[in-house]
Each structure stands twice: as structure tokens, then as C-alpha cells.
């Protein structure tokens, strides 16, 4: 007895141990999973930059008239008493501050308004349907795909169209009654709502456009003087997209803020689709100044620098937007490693084509300040300039001069 009570003390034991070990694998288990789904869920969440999309849209049609005729006791004579239809819902396209990407229309490119509801008897009037607001970025094209026409530019925050109108409720038998035709039966179908496709553009609204061949120091630049933080690498078209900064200069208390965009890299022939082609400068063709950058030190692996400006320039120019006309000013990059051969002849160039040139480091942060003193300097005299011109052009309108 004792020796089988030994027994099933130490098998009681090992069976608690086994159980205990057993218990804590499985809270290791939930440990890790718990650790995996928060890895997951802090994980940033990247969105992809869509500047094109093409949408469907349908207004609501209208609601249906009703035919009906008023039975109540003790009026003997009731006549006609079908209602109105509701009108079909519209669809209004908002542009917003809160979205910078067309990508929610890309996975989702129909949208469909709510038809107006049927007329009723008693002359009761149907309601009207639910209209729909597409929210798009400030900068945003919307083209008739149809057609090609133009039909809005979203230039400012909070703008409000309608792209597709709602139809026209039918009208009851009771609107056909008249002294000589008593008890009409004639009543109105809705009217159909409007359906048609657009496509959308976007063109980012920046002041300051940043131009040149991969890997000049573009994106470093935007990280060095905003709050934006592309990506930065020793690699050829880190930039797949554009990234915008916002920027301050001048003393504090009295800072001109204007808006940066970084421009994905050019190369010769992108206007054929060499590298990653020139579908980014559409976002450029609204900035009021560019900012060319060269790199002039050896790590680029070109030769010229001069030979590299005009490439650049020529891309430009055969985009066909008059970018290549637009207030330029040109930037030395790199010079904390500058090849000084490299840098003379840039500086030569500059000097005959009478354009300002700016030698900065990112890295080091010399002549960063400079630079962006001259970019608001530029940013605010061709905001004057439009400021004048639009004054002009609301006194000619005015007085019909």
C-alpha cells in the first residue's frame, strides 16, 4: 500500500507538472500570436499614389406618377388624387483638403444615386431621392470620357458641382384635371436620371517643382527644408511618386510658406517612356517656379554637366506644357563632394543662359537657407505678377473696357 500510494503521489506530480508545462506553452502561444497581431497592426500602412481614374455614374431616376381616385365617406365626388413622383437623387462631385489620391475611385468606379419614390394617393407628393458627394483632392481634372470635353477643374478646397442630375418625377392624374375632363387616368412615368463616364485627373497644386535626373538629392532636399519624408536611397528612381512639403522661409513672425513638390527622376528620352516617363510633370504644369538640381559631384557617373541641363530641359520642353518657359532656378548639388571641373562648367552655363545659381548640401546644410530664401523670393513675385493680371481682368470685366 505504501509503495502503490508512492506511486500515485509521484504520478499525481508528474501529471500537475505536465499539466503546469502544458499551460504555460499554450500562454506562450497567445503571447506570440498577441505579439505577431500587434507587429501587424502597427505596421505602417502604405498608400499607393493613383493620379488617374475613370468613374460611371448614374443620377436616380425619377419616381413614378400615381393614378388614383379619392373614396372617402360622405364626399360622393371625390375626383383624381394621384400624387406627384419624388425626384431621382443627383450626383455632386466636392473636392476636399482630407484626400491627396484618386485611389478610393480605382477599386470602386461606379456609383449610383437613389431613384425618387413613387407618387401615392391623397395627393401625396413621393420623396425625393438620396443624392451622392464625391469627395476628390484639391487639383483634380474631370474630363467627359465621352466627349474629351473639360467639364471642372478643382482649383480651390470645398467646391461643389453636380456631374449627373437626378430625373424628373412623373405627374399624378390629378395634375391632368381640368373642368372638362373630370376623372382623368392619365398620369407620367419618372423621368430617367442622367448616366455618364468621366475621367479623372490629378494634378498636384504645389509652388515650387524640383527637376532633374535620378539621384541628384531631390528628395533629400524636400526632407531637409519641410516636414516630408520620402524615400531616400543611393539607387536610381527611389521616388516612384510625387511627395509635396510644405516649406517656411524668412523671419520669424514674417515666414512666406509655399508648397514643394518632389518630381520623380528624368532621363534622356523619358518623353518616349524611358525610366519612368514624363506622366509625373503633369503635376508640375501649376507651380509657379522650378528648381533645377545637377549633381556635380563624380558619384552620378556623367561626364557633363552641361549635356545633363539640356537633356533635362529638352524633356521638358517636349512634354508640351510650357514648362520649359516657366522661372527657373538652378542648383548645384553635392558640393561638400564636388567635382570643381564639373561645377566651373555649370557656373559658366548658368552665367550665359542668365539664370541664378545656387550651390548647396544638403548633407551639410550649406546654402540650404539661401536657396530657400530665392525659392520664396521667386513664389511671391509671380504670385504679384497673377494678382496683378486677375485684377486687371475683373476691371475689364467690370467696366467693359
Known amino acids: 500500500m505504501g509503495r502503490a500510494g508512492a506511486k500515485s503521489r509521484h504520478h ?35 498608400i499607393m499614389f493613383i493620379d488617374e481614374a475613370k468613374i460611371r455614374v448614374k443620377a436616380g431616376d425619377g419616381g413614378n406618377g400615381c393614378m388614383a381616385f379619392r373614396r372617402e365617406k360622405f364626399v360622393p365626388r371625390g375626383g383624381p388624387s394621384g400624387g406627384d413622383g419624388g425626384r431621382g437623387g443627383d450626383i455632386w462631385m466636392e473636392s476636399s483638403e482630407r484626400h491627396n489620391t484618386l485611389l478610393h475611385f480605382r477599386f470602386n468606379p461606379e456609383y449610383k444615386a437613389e431613384r425618387g419614390r413613387h ?16 469627395k476628390v483632392p484639391v487639383g483634380t481634372i474631370v474630363y467627359d470620357e465621352d466627349t474629351g470635353e473639360k467639364v471642372y477643374d478643382f482649383s480651390r478646397p470645398d467646391e461643389r ?32 436620371g442622367e448616366e455618364r ?10 509652388d515650387v517643382g524640383l527637376v532633374g535626373y535620378p539621384n541628384v538629392g531631390k528628395s533629400t532636399l524636400i526632407s531637409v527644408i519641410s516636414a516630408a519624408r520620402p524615400k531616400v536611397a543611393d539607387y536610381p528612381f527611389t521616388t516612384l511618386e510625387p511627395n509635396l512639403g510644405v516649406v517656411l522661409a524668412g523671419d520669424k513672425g514674417k515666414e ?5 513638390a518632389d518630381i520623380p527622376g528624368l532621363i534622356e528620352g523619358a518623353h518616349t517612356g524611358s525610366g519612368l516617363g514624363t506622366q509625373f510633370l503633369r503635376h508640375i504644369e501649376r507651380t509657379r517656379l522650378l528648381v533645377h538640381m545637377v549633381d556635380v559631384s563624380d558619384s552620378s557617373g556623367r561626364d557633363d554637366v552641361v549635356k ?48 541664378k545659381l545656387y550651390s548647396i548640401s ?3 546644410g550649406e546654402g540650404i537657407e539661401k536657396l530657400k530664401f ?8 509671380v504670385r504679384k505678377t497673377l494678382a496683378k493680371a486677375q485684377a486687371e481682368e475683373t476691371t475689364i470685366s467690370r467696366f467693359g473696357v
Request: glycine share 10%; charged share 30%.
Open 374 to 381: 530665392a525659392m520664396a523670393e521667386g513664389v511671391e513675385e
Open 362 to 364: 544638403a548633407v551639410t
Open 161 to 192: 458641382v453636380v456631374i449627373a442630375r437626378g430625373g424628373r418625377g412623373g405627374r399624378g392624374n390629378a395634375q391632368f384635371a381640368t373642368s372638362t375632363h373630370q376623372a382623368p387616368r392619365e398620369h407620367e412615368e419618372g423621368r430617367p
Open 119 to 134: 407618387g401615392e394617393g391623397a395627393k401625396k407628393t413621393g420623396r425625393e431621392g438620396e443624392s451622392i458627394v464625391l
Open 308 to 355: 545633363d541641363v539640356e537633356v533635362i530641359r529638352g524633356e521638358l520642353a517636349s512634354f508640351g506644357a510650357g514648362l520649359e518657359k516657366k522661372p527657373t532656378l538652378m542648383v548645384a548639388s553635392k558640393i561638400d563632394v564636388a567635382n570643381p571641373e564639373k561645377l566651373k562648367k555649370l557656373k559658366q552655363w548658368a552665367t550665359r543662359k542668365k539664370l
Open 256 to 260: 512666406t510658406s509655399f508648397v514643394v
Open 197 to 206: 463616364n468621366f475621367r479623372l485627373e490629378l494634378k498636384l497644386l504645389a
Open 12 to 46: 499525481t506530480r508528474q501529471s500537475t507538472s505536465l499539466g503546469f508545462a502544458s499551460r504555460l506553452f499554450r500562454f506562450g502561444e497567445i503571447a506570440e500570436l498577441r505579439s505577431a497581431w500587434a507587429d501587424e497592426c502597427v505596421r505602417p500602412y502604405v
